[in-house]
T-cell receptor, first 115, second 110 residues
Framework: GDSVTQMEGPVTLSEEAFLTINCTYT??????LFWYVQYPGEGLQLLLK?????DKGSNKGFEATYRKETTSFHLEKGSVQVSDSAVYFC??????????????FGKGTHLIIQP | DVKVTQSSRYLVKRTGEKVFLECVQD?????MFWYRQDPGLGLRLIYF???????EKGDIPEGYSVSREKKERFSLILESASTNQTSMYLC?????????FGPGTRLTVL
């Protein structure tokens, strides 16, 4: 079945450091790819998405590029802030006639940014 | 603004009790989902629904059932709660290709 593998944390960085969180996927077709973020005590929020190969999703300084040849969707940010501390989930969705059959999530990466 | 609400943020139940978790969305979305979130396992799909009175099993449906009598409301039912169902439960509805999540219900089964 479909699966998502992402680096497990916690990942601890200093403020203004460069961030990469790796994500690779296995899917039988051509999924849409997502990064969700969960801040402490809150539900998940969509951070960015890409729906086809070579698409780049971006939001709040974060970027990720859909790489079909390496089945990857790595999350990057050039300069992290303390407020970026959260849990980040990579996810994929496959679509059938009735819509998406739910998201398949990675296990999440806990990011801690120290001042 | 998009809104998905869940009936409780925290819930404590005893083994064997019947438990109802309610989710309501105000976006007129057809697709709704229930996930559970566990440390080290991420989110796993329990059930989803394409429309009123329709339901589909996700990856881990055992021990759960669902009800969708109205478009805006999707309920998760634990017929006889067990300690291994202690978890965070997240509801989502889908608009376009984006899922919108509720704040979650942290359920503890004693």
């Amino acid at each position: 079945g479909d699966s998502v593998t992402q680096m497990e944390g916690p990942v601890t960085l200093s403020e203004e450091a460069f961030l990469t969180i790796n994500c690779t996927y296995t899917a039988t077709g051509y999924p849409s790819l997502f990064w969700y973020v969960q801040y402490p005590g809150e539900g998940l929020q969509l951070l960015l998405k890409a729906t086809k190969a070579d698409d780049k999703g971006s939001n709040k300084g974060f970027e990720a590029t859909y790489r079909k040849e390496t089945t990857s969707f790595h999350l990057e940010k050039g300069s992290v802030q303390v407020s970026d501390s959260a849990v980040y989930f990579c996810a994929l969705a496959m679509y059938s006639g009735g819509g998406a059959d739910g998201l398949t999530f990675g296990k999440g990466t806990h990011l801690i940014i120290q001042p | 603004d998009v809104k998905v609400t869940q009936s409780s943020r925290y819930l404590v139940k005893r083994t064997g009790e019947k438990v109802f978790l309610e989710c309501v969305q105000d976006m007129d979305h057809e697709n709704m989902f229930w996930y559970r979130q566990d440390p080290g396992l991420g989110l796993r799909l329990i059930y989803f629904s394409y429309d009123v009175k329709m339901k589909e099993k996700g990856d881990i449906p055992e021990g759960y059932s669902v009800s969708r009598e109205k478009k805006e409301r999707f309920s998760l039912i634990l017929e006889s709660a067990s300690t291994n169902q202690t978890s965070m439960y997240l509801c989502a509805s889908m608009g376009g290709d984006e899922q919108f999540f509720g704040p979650g219900t942290r359920l503890t089964v004693l």
